[in-house]
């Protein structure tokens, strides 16, 4: 189903996810490939801007579109570590981006969006979710806080 060179952009984004979880972001990261060329990378950065749409796909998204000089990225495709929250998929959806492969599936979330985008999951699912128990574990830890929300 998944061919090498998907391995290679998703090893990519969890290298990313691990630089921002080394930074104390949320362990994301995000690459978009256009005609089999990688033609961004980001990682969450939500603390370090201060802002709450400093999204690893949103900033690859305006990375993507810079580098392309154009704000339409039909054709590409997009690798993340993590479903897309709705915010994301919109942004995914109004620049176009052709295909979606994520890692790990957002536990949160009901319903995958979609919008005739092709959409991949649970490559490398598994090293994903290892970033993020290990990301969230550590961050319990050190605000001691077992993170079982309504018991007692």
């Not at 790990?104 to 959409?119: F, S």
């Not at 991949?120 to 830890?141: H, P």
Request: net charge negative; glycine share 6%; proline share 2%.
């Amino acid at each position: 189903m998944f061919s090498p060179e998907d391995v290679k952009h998703m090893t990519l984004a969890l290298e990313l996810a691990e630089e921002a979880a080394a930074n104390g972001e949320v362990p994301i990261g995000a690459v978009i490939t256009s005609n089999g060329k990688q033609i961004a990378a980001a990682k969450n950065r939500m603390e370090e801007l201060r802002s709450a749409t400093a999204h690893a796909e949103i900033l690859a998204i305006n990375e993507a579109a810079q580098n392309l000089e154009n704000w339409r990225l039909d054709g590409a495709t997009l690798y993340v570590s993590l479903e897309p929250c709705q915010m994301c998929w919109g942004a995914i959806k109004n620049s176009r981006i052709s295909r979606v492969v994520f890692a790990a599936k957002d536990t949160r979330k009901n319903e995958q969006e979609t919008w005739d985008i092709k959409v991949e999951d649970s490559l490398l699912e598994k090293e994903s979710a290892e970033i993020l128990q290990k990301f969230f574990r550590n961050v319990r830890r050190i605000k001691n806080d077992s993170g079982n929300k309504g018991l007692g």
